[in-house]
């Protein structure tokens, strides 16, 4: 999962945070990413191996709410909303 993970840019961290920010529930993610709640479940709690598909189709959905996925830079990865 980690290889998977890394290629997509997108870690399960930034997954549950992005969530939060957006006060968005699983059910509502899976609703708009079309990535079911059982396997946003699996990638949050880091025990799934997801395809790079469904992390894509995750990041897109998050990405179009604005939500700025932050890279690695020395500072660690993280997300933010975008300005307004």
Do not use: Y
Request: net charge positive.
């Amino acid at each position: 999962m980690v290889n998977c993970m890394k290629h997509a840019n997108i870690t399960a961290a930034q997954i549950r945070a992005a969530r939060a920010l957006l006060d968005w529930s699983r059910d509502r993610l899976s609703a708009k990413s079309g990535v079911s709640v059982r396997t946003l479940v699996s990638i949050e709690s880091d025990t799934a191996h997801p395809r790079l598909q469904t992390l894509e189709a995750i990041k897109t959905t998050l990405s179009k709410a604005d939500i700025l996925f932050i890279e690695e830079n020395g500072g660690g990865q993280g997300v933010r909303l975008k300005k307004r």
